[in-house]
């Protein structure tokens, strides 16, 4: 077995960089959720982080690391939204420039919030172009570093801090859920997790219809599905990265997958029964528990990430009215 | 001058019987919401407490302050809502009994929570009865123990506790804002305050219809307002307490009134750019800030105190589609 190329200390220095430029966010327990769900939660509350969503971990731990030479020239990144506002909000506030490769479409408050943060757009066409190559492109004729959504071990670290806070304030945690994406934030936390308590449960939640992940696992290699069409946009992935995958390959317990229903139910009930305004992408994790999905015993000590509160508000209002 | 009869002594014992029974909430900047008022803002999330409000600060203080013999024949309390789920949470954590008196026109969501927590639930009308005479009653009749909303030095040590976790966060505040309906909040909040910071700009929050310690502190005495309209139904108080209304007059520096319209853009600021779901009762101090009717400098460093969460969907739906 070789070392794995992302460790602990990784993320240990990505923490000792962040510290006092972005939120330690909260961790909140809500009773009527664990009276709902059976289980005893801890939301650690990336939605209440810096642009509202833990990106901003990664995409500045990354600028953070750069040569000052390189940070320079500016940088350049693709995302489905929060990874842009993540990437554009760090350019700010090292003093670099930002453009930004955004789907067509991409949630209008991301797009706007993605500009409001300074960052030019260029778009592409989630159904047709290569979003890897039209960043390239930009890359490759203007000399600006490019900043991968996950595919990067300074990413993932940064990611990882979100845990290693987690962890600080609830010690004593069976399980810890994330929602799987690229593998960028689950490859940070999942590697906290188990150098920290090897024998914790790390489990990752997809939409039944974004289960690249899963997929890949199962067939124990990179699986691509066509572009999945869920509602948590932030992690309609296609297939797991090249350098996530295997560190999810080693620490993951297994996956959970739920479907639109439930992640509009965990939605609403974060709203209203725990005051908190989490995107679906974000509730994923709370979906899968709320839906009596874990693959754990009720009673146990659930960390969950809700990783973002990026939500447009015509979403809100048809998630809070349905019944 | 005479010793005030609420000490920060008291608040620190308040604090000592709460520890571990209710959440230490978390204090939150936005950036986004500072670029947009000018302020340096920190908000102190009482949404995120159990039963949605600061309530059960006062009302779990309080009865833990009774005589066990006393407290074993039940209480009874009034309330447009959140004191009602309280002191309904909080007789059911004391294992004793609750009868709560709530008018007819009670909101929904908090009227079902009342019951909910194990409450019993007596209506009446706003409009014609007097809701302390009707709680009396049913003290006369049953020998249960009124849990006043407001007007008691327990209850104001408990919701003091909540300025004192702010305070014990972030040291450096020039102002503290807090909704002021009966005064029970802002009662313990700036004995903390002032305390603590003897410089510190205390300023109270009411809706401009229900400015009752408004026109109460200009006068000089209380002054008694017909019930009032506005949104904020948790501060739809006809006039400041007896008892709370002499700690106002020495505490406070300033009030301000915020406008129907103005807290809805606030709640819906709230929601959208600070991912935090608030009453609007709740989000009147946030109001004053982003409207510039504080009688303070920009840039000032402001504490507010969120008070509530618990708002219907359906209102919170038309706010969030207000433009």
Do not use: W
Not at 203 to 230: H, M
Request: proline content about 6%.
């Amino acid at each position: 077995m070789t070392a794995s190329p992302l460790t602990l200390d990784d993320v240990h220095a990505a923490a000792r960089r962040l510290r006092g430029r972005i939120h330690r966010t909260p961790v909140i327990a809500c009773q009527s959720f664990d009276d709902a769900s059976g289980y005893r939660v801890f939301f650690k509350c990336e939605n209440l982080q810096r642009a509202g969503a833990f990106k901003i971990r990664g995409a500045l731990n990354k600028l953070l690391t750069l040569a000052p030479a390189a940070r320079a020239r500016g940088v350049v990144a693709y995302s489905s939204g929060n990874h842009a506002q993540g990437v554009a909000l760090a350019a700010r506030m090292v003093g670099t420039s930002a453009v930004i490769c955004m789907p067509t479409d991409a949630p209008a408050l991301k797009l706007e919030a993605t500009k409001n943060y300074g960052a030019e757009v260029v778009f592409y066409d989630r159904q047709k172009d290569d979003r890897a190559a039209v960043a390239r492109k930009i890359v490759e004729e203007t000399g600006r570093v490019l900043v991968p959504p996950y595919d990067d071990y300074a990413i993932m670290a940064g990611q990882g801090t979100a845990a290693l806070e987690l962890f600080q304030e609830v010690p004593s945690l069976d399980v810890l859920l994330t929602p799987v994406g690229g593998g960028g934030l689950m490859a940070g936390c999942s590697t906290v997790a188990k150098s920290l308590f090897p024998g914790i449960a790390v489990i990752g939640v997809e939409a039944d219809t974004a289960n690249d992940t899963y997929l890949s696992l199962q067939k124990g290699e990179r699986v691509t599905i066509p572009p999945p069409p869920t509602i948590a946009d932030g992690i309609r992935v296609t297939s797991p990265g090249a350098l996530t995958f295997p560190i999810l390959q080693k620490n993951l317990t297994d996956m959970s997958l739920v479907n639109d229903a439930e992640i509009v139910v965990a939605v609403r009930f974060l709203a209203l029964r725990a005051r908190l305004v989490v995107e679906p992408t974000g509730a994923v994790g709370a979906a899968a528990v709320l839906a009596g999905k874990l693959p754990v015993a009720r009673g146990a000590r659930v960390g969950v990430v809700l990783s973002g509160g990026n939500i447009d508000p015509a979403l809100l209002v048809e998630i809070l009215q349905a019944k």
